[in-house]
């Protein structure tokens, strides 16, 4: 049996997209009650699915901790552990702005580079090579059965940067997963990304 992990994005923590501020690692805020209702969704979603689900973890934040509770209900299954390497990164200048002031600040190109090839944009602190290096010790480790881990947005990308398939959209969006299968350690393959329930 491989192993398969399911990386989560979070639900949403505003209330609509004109709300947006960017937020990451210094912005510990709650879920929205959309956001809350998408961790249902993902509760009941991997309910459904009969996977085997051996591990269940999360990132430090709140917003991640609060979409892996239902899930771990649903499963009745606890979360086994917060991983530090899960949390989201540092948007430096930007962290509490409203989108459209970060675009103005960093233009759209810089956007469509995280978005799309994970460069950093001018004055975030990510430490690419660290959490590249995390997920490649993840993928890296023995192991059979499902695992499913909820994280940010920032951190989820590295998955993929990780396997060098950046593939045209790194991102997750809230409430969304990706799937990776894991054949042997360290031989990884990307079966779908930024799929909602």
Known sequence: MSRRIFVIRHGNTFASSADARRVGAGTDI??????????????????????????????????????????????????????????????????????????????EAAIAAWDRDGIVPDGWTVDAPARIAAWRDWFATEGEGAELLVTSNGAARFALLALGLAHGQLKLRTGAFGELIVDAPGQVRLLRWDERP
């Open 30 to 107: 709650p879920l929205v009650d959309s956001g809350i209702a998408q961790a249902q969704r993902l509760a009941s979603y991997f309910a459904a699915q009969s996977l085997g689900i051996v591990r269940l973890y999360s990132g430090p934040l709140q917003r991640a901790r609060q979409t892996a509770a239902p899930i771990a209900d649903a499963l009745d299954h606890p979360v086994d552990a917060i991983l530090p390497w899960l949390d989201e990164i540092d948007h430096g200048p930007d962290e509490g702005q409203p989108e459209v002031e970060v675009m103005a600040r960093l233009g």
